[in-house]
């Protein structure tokens, strides 16, 4: 016989709404208080958002960024990104590195004294360095970021949003809005609270965040779906219950595998991604909680007709077509 993981039994009575104004309630303040928090303290912006300069090193030997960063670390330039540049093109011998410095004292760009300091430092390690450009980024444009990753983020929003709605119904849209405002409002909240660097990495890791907790959402919905078909005269709140219960082990497989991945990264992957794989590590975990406890929550609270078929469109066009075939 062969041997099969289960974190979760293929069959369980949990009862996710004994305590559904505990849950729920306790979503709703960590929602407020990340939204008090990222309002009164603020974000740690990176360079990408706060505006600096970057230096692009080219070199004959391999680039080691912890030494980088610690012959840099004297010199006090506050955030200081250095990451390898990676390109089929270059020769076995060229080895490219972009030093990413933070505006200093609201300047637009590093004065020439401090380029000088920085690139003697980076010389006293790897004589061989070269320092093939300099370019800086003014508040302006770092202010137009800002503004890109907010409306990239609302946009992605929105087009789950609608895509919900019309494949499902209105009460599942909101049901979804509401799970993923509090997936994103807790990540930048925590981002807050430990004034850990925001940049465009996190953007990139907050998109992919509403696409998971998306994913997980829309599978408990389509099941809900399908269970208020075979069920018509249960009452609704059973019907969610029997819904989570039964795709909860599939749930928690899929976060717990991605959770595995992601620590590992967190742990071994080094400075660089370290700020995107920490809030996807934080997103898996609320967006697992808010499928189980807040979208389903607010549907409840809604309603559902449930004298009109709650039937999948595909299934229907499918449908369709087969009997036209057979005709």
């Given at each position: 016989?062969?041997?099969?993981?289960?974190?979760?039994?293929?069959?369980?009575?949990?009862?996710?709404?004994?305590?559904?104004?505990?849950?729920?309630?306790?979503?709703?303040?960590?929602?407020?208080?990340?939204?008090?928090?990222?309002?009164?303290?603020?974000?740690?912006?990176?360079?990408?958002?706060?505006?600096?300069?970057?230096?692009?090193?080219?070199?004959?030997?391999?680039?080691?960024?912890?030494?980088?960063?610690?012959?840099?670390?004297?010199?006090?330039?506050?955030?200081?990104?250095?990451?390898?540049?990676?390109?089929?093109?270059?020769?076995?011998?060229?080895?490219?590195?972009?030093?990413?410095?933070?505006?200093?004292?609201?300047?637009?760009?590093?004065?020439?004294?401090?380029?000088?300091?920085?690139?003697?430092?980076?010389?006293?390690?790897?004589?061989?360095?070269?320092?093939?450009?300099?370019?800086?980024?003014?508040?302006?444009?770092?202010?137009?970021?800002?503004?890109?990753?907010?409306?990239?983020?609302?946009?992605?929003?929105?087009?789950?949003?609608?895509?919900?709605?019309?494949?499902?119904?209105?009460?599942?849209?909101?049901?979804?809005?509401?799970?993923?405002?509090?997936?994103?409002?807790?990540?930048?909240?925590?981002?807050?609270?430990?004034?850990?660097?925001?940049?465009?990495?996190?953007?990139?890791?907050?998109?992919?965040?509403?696409?998971?907790?998306?994913?997980?959402?829309?599978?408990?919905?389509?099941?809900?779906?399908?269970?208020?078909?075979?069920?018509?005269?249960?009452?609704?709140?059973?019907?969610?219950?029997?819904?989570?219960?039964?795709?909860?082990?599939?749930?928690?497989?899929?976060?717990?595998?991605?959770?595995?991945?992601?620590?590992a990264l967190l742990v071994l992957g080094g400075?660089?991604?370290?700020?995107?794989?920490?809030?996807?590590?934080?997103?898996?975990?609320?967006?697992?909680?808010?499928?189980?406890?807040?979208?389903?929550?607010?549907?409840?609270?809604?309603?559902?007709?449930?004298?009109?078929?709650?039937?999948?469109p595909s299934a229907k066009f499918f449908t369709?077509?087969?009997?036209?075939?057979?005709?």
């Amino acid at each position: 016989m062969a041997f099969r993981l289960k974190l979760v039994p293929e069959v369980t009575h949990f009862d996710f709404f004994k305590h559904q104004w505990l849950t729920f309630g306790a979503s709703v303040a960590a929602t407020l208080a990340a939204i008090v928090l990222a309002l009164v303290m603020g974000l740690n912006f990176g360079i990408d958002f706060r505006g600096g300069t970057t230096i692009r090193t080219e070199s004959t030997s391999a680039v080691d960024v912890g030494a980088y960063r610690a012959a840099l670390a004297p010199l006090n330039l506050g955030d200081v990104s250095i990451t390898e540049v990676f390109d089929p093109s270059f020769g076995p011998d060229q080895h490219v590195a972009m030093v990413r410095i933070q505006a200093q004292d609201g300047a637009e760009a590093i004065t020439p004294e401090v380029i000088g300091a920085t690139e003697a430092a980076l010389q006293a390690i790897d004589p061989a360095v070269k320092f093939v450009s300099t370019e800086s980024v003014g508040p302006k444009v770092s202010g137009e970021l800002v503004w890109t990753a907010v409306w990239s983020v609302l946009a992605a929003t929105l087009a789950i949003v609608v895509y919900v709605w019309v494949r499902f119904e209105w009460q599942y849209s909101v049901g979804a809005l509401a799970a993923l405002v509090h997936d994103v409002t807790l990540t930048v909240g925590l981002f807050a609270a430990f004034q850990i660097r925001f940049d465009l990495t996190i953007i990139a890791a907050l998109l992919t965040i509403l696409g998971y907790s998306i994913n997980d959402t829309v599978v408990v919905f389509d099941r809900l779906r399908e269970n208020l078909q075979k069920y018509k005269t249960t009452p609704l709140r059973e019907v969610m219950n029997l819904s989570v219960n039964e795709t909860l082990s599939r749930t928690v497989m899929t976060s717990g595998t991605t959770l595995i991945a992601l620590i590992a990264l967190l742990v071994l992957g080094g400075d660089v991604i370290r700020g995107f794989v920490f809030a996807m590590t934080w997103g898996v975990i609320v967006g697992t909680c808010s499928s189980v406890f807040v979208a389903k929550n607010i549907v409840l609270f809604l309603g559902l007709d449930r004298d009109k078929t709650p039937s999948d469109p595909s299934a229907k066009f499918f449908t369709e077509k087969a009997a036209d075939a057979a005709d």
